[in-house]
């Protein structure tokens, strides 16, 4: 496995722990760190990308964060 798959992995695994509730608050770290930019970018994610997963994932693409009221349920509801 490249490296590339690798870093696609970890976020797409960060993505499916949004749904678990005794992986939440990791996930939400993830996102909210420095780690999400280092995979994103190791990924081949570029700024625009980051933002728009962000976004889809219910925070704020500005603050480059998600917020925990929106993530009750893993996304905005």
Do not use: H
Not at 2 to 15: D, H, K, M, N, P
Not at 58 to 70: D, E, F, V
């Amino acid at each position: 496995m490249g490296t590339r798959a690798l870093a696609e992995a970890v976020i797409l695994q960060s993505v499916c722990d949004l749904w678990k509730q005794n992986e939440q608050r990791g996930s939400l770290k993830f996102f909210k760190g420095k780690w999400f930019d280092r995979y994103a970018s190791l990924a081949g994610m570029g700024p625009t990308e980051k933002n728009r997963l962000i976004r889809m994932l219910g925070g704020s693409a500005k603050a480059g964060m998600l917020s925990p009221q929106q993530n009750r349920r893993g996304a905005a509801a």
